[in-house]
């Protein structure tokens, strides 16, 4: 059974960097393609950035470009996301998710199968 984990997640302010890691369990490393999503109060689930399963090609919603960074660890079944200057707007509950390792990059929710519960974060200005 695959589960996945966020943590990381805080309050911060505006300007500063957090990290946020997310843990796969019950499979192996680099068996999907995983992808980080937010969901802000009242907004729908979007697609912040995603990884393909070996690492080789990734995807940045253009809200986020240049400010964070998606990488992945498949020894140590994890995946990161480097957020850099963040702005009171990145404000919501991050969700890490895995999806088949299609050749293309997933880019909406309901191209993943598998989800953790989230982590919070909170930029204050």
């Known amino acids: 059974q695959v589960q996945l984990a966020e943590s990381g997640g805080g309050l911060v302010q505006a300007g500063d960097s957090l990290r946020l890691s997310c843990l796969l369990s019950?499979?192996?490393?680099?068996?999907?393609?995983m992808g980080w999503f937010r969901q802000a109060p009242g907004k729908e689930r979007e697609i912040v950035s995603a990884?393909?399963?070996?690492?080789?090609?990734?995807y940045y919603a253009d809200s986020v470009k240049g400010r964070f960074t998606i990488s992945r660890d498949n020894a140590k079944n994890t995946l990161y996301l480097q957020m850099n200057s963040v702005k009171p707007e990145d404000t919501a509950v991050y969700y890490c998710?895995?999806?088949?390792?299609?050749?293309?990059?997933?880019?909406?929710?309901?191209?993943?199968?598998?989800w953790g519960r989230g982590t919070q974060v909170t930029v204050a200005s």
């Open positions: 998710a895995a999806g088949v390792p299609w050749l293309r990059l997933q880019t909406t929710p309901g191209q993943y199968a598998y």
């Open positions: 990884i393909m399963w070996n690492g080789g090609s990734t």
């Open positions: 019950g499979s192996t490393g680099g068996t999907y393609n």
